[in-house]
């Protein structure tokens, strides 16, 4: 279980990372208003800006249920980046009851569309028996395509398997 909180502490620094590095969202209301109508008419990365900003707190108040409503709405329209930050929000329990299994599977989906920060977690999962029996072989791959995609902490973390 220790080993576990750990392994949810990486993902949580890893995804605040990403999070912070994605586009830089502009807090004036003019503009939130724009995402949101966008984002209200199906518009994908329009949701996940707005999704982004729940759970950054940006320009809104924090709130990881609405954050989850909105990542959700764009994942499920194949939007990468949002799959990879539901997975993030199943596997730690945000906005949403903790579900391993459904993480996998959100991460799956986002690693499957060449983003490596998902092959970086996905790798994490099956390296530790997240939502599926631990897995060296395809944690090796899925670190593997990250590392070769130039994304650090998949170099570092093939070390250790």
């Known amino acids: 279980m220790y080993f576990k909180k750990i392994i949810l502490l990486g993902l949580c620094i890893l995804m605040t990372g990403c999070a912070t590095t994605t586009e830089v969202m502009n807090q004036n209301d003019t503009m939130g208003n724009s995402i949101e109508h966008s984002a209200s008419q199906g518009d994908a990365r329009a949701q996940y800006d707005m999704g982004m900003r729940y759970f950054l707190g940006q320009g809104v108040p924090e709130d990881y249920s609405r954050s989850f409503y909105w990542l959700n709405k764009s994942a499920k329209q194949g939007y ?82």
């Open 80 to 161: 990468p980046r949002a799959e990879n930050e539901l997975g993030y929000l199943y596997a730690a329990g945000l906005g949403v009851q903790q579900d391993y299994a459904a993480s996998l599977q959100w991460y799956l989906r986002a690693a499957n569309h060449g983003l490596s920060s998902a092959q970086y977690n996905l790798g994490l999962m099956y390296a530790n028996g997240l939502g599926t029996p631990v897995d060296k072989g395809a944690a090796r791959q899925w670190l593997q395509k990250s590392a070769d995609k130039g994304f650090a902490p998949a170099r570092r973390a093939l070390t250790q398997i």
